[in-house]
């Protein structure tokens, strides 16, 4: 069960994320938040984990490795080391998008399996995201990331194969299942547009 150390999370990592928005949206980002904390529970988190999943953008976009240092105070250790297994850059300026994933990506190989449980849950969270607004905005949508189309399904495809060699499971088959549906969706608009033309 929660306790309240994760009532006490909740109300921080509203207040730290407080004025930011989801890319291209004015969807308040504490939602994608509570997404990625739903999912990694029902995936089988524990506490530390669910934690974990409010705070896990929380260095990246809300203080770099001052914020990373009160989370330790806060929350502990354990959580610290998920938040800090689910940072792709504690710098800012960020480095480029692709170095930035790559680096990402290969650092996933080595990370306990806790830390690959959240990560898989924000992940997951951000492709259901990313299908239901290319059902609405067709191609469009792509603009909203650095990586635009293809770079975005190299991701997320990248993400899926290291996932599935590290935490094999019904998590991973929903997000799994989520990265085809975006590929499916993402080929359609093309093969629409080439008959267009």
Same mark, same amino acid.
Not at 71 to 97: M, N, S
Not at 102 to 113: D, S, T, V
Not at 146 to 175: A, K, Q
């Given at each position: 069960?929660?306790?309240?150390?994760?009532?006490? !999370?909740?109300?921080?990592?509203?207040? %730290?994320?407080?004025?930011?928005?989801?890319?291209?949206? *004015?969807?308040?980002? /504490?939602?994608?938040?509570?997404?990625? !904390?739903?999912?990694?529970?029902? *995936?089988?988190?524990?506490?530390?984990?669910?934690?974990?999943?409010? &705070?896990?953008?929380?260095?990246?976009?809300?203080?770099?490795? +001052?914020?990373? =240092?009160?989370?330790?105070?806060?929350?502990?250790?354990?959580?610290?080391?998920?938040?800090?297994? @689910?940072?792709?850059?504690?710098?800012?300026?960020?480095?480029?998008?692709?170095?930035?994933?790559?680096?990402?990506?290969?650092?996933?190989?080595?990370?306990?399996?806790?830390?690959? =449980? /959240?990560?898989?849950?924000?992940?997951?969270? *951000?492709?259901? +995201?990313?299908? !239901?607004?290319?059902? %609405?905005?067709?191609?469009?949508?792509? =603009?909203?990331?650095?990586?635009?189309?293809?770079?975005?399904?190299?991701?997320?495809?990248?993400? /899926?194969?290291?996932?599935?060699?590290?935490?094999?499971?019904?998590? @991973?088959?929903?997000?799994?299942?989520?990265?085809?549906? &975006?590929?499916?969706? =993402?080929?359609?608009?093309?093969?629409?547009?080439?008959?267009?033309?």
């Amino acid at each position: 069960m929660l306790s309240e150390r994760f009532d006490e !999370a909740l109300a921080y990592a509203s207040r %730290i994320h407080r004025d930011q928005r989801r890319k291209g949206t *004015n969807i308040p980002y /504490v939602s994608h938040l509570l997404g990625t !904390a739903a999912i990694a529970l029902e *995936n089988g988190a524990d506490e530390d984990q669910a934690i974990a999943a409010l &705070m896990h953008d929380a260095v990246e976009d809300q203080g770099g490795v +001052a914020r990373l =240092a009160d989370i330790r105070l806060r929350f502990g250790d354990r959580v610290a080391e998920i938040v800090a297994h @689910c940072t792709d850059t504690d710098i800012d300026p960020k480095p480029p998008w692709r170095a930035r994933k790559e680096a990402y990506i290969a650092g996933l190989r080595q990370k306990p399996e806790a830390s690959l =449980a /959240v990560s898989l849950a924000d992940k997951t969270h *951000n492709a259901g +995201a990313i299908v !239901a607004d290319l059902a %609405i905005h067709g191609d469009a949508l792509w =603009a909203r990331f650095t990586g635009g189309r293809d770079g975005s399904l190299w991701y997320y495809r990248s993400l /899926v194969t290291v996932f599935r060699t590290r935490i094999d499971g019904p998590g @991973c088959e929903r997000f799994a299942s989520l990265v085809q549906k &975006m590929s499916d969706l =993402a080929g359609r608009k093309n093969s629409a547009r080439r008959s267009d033309t």
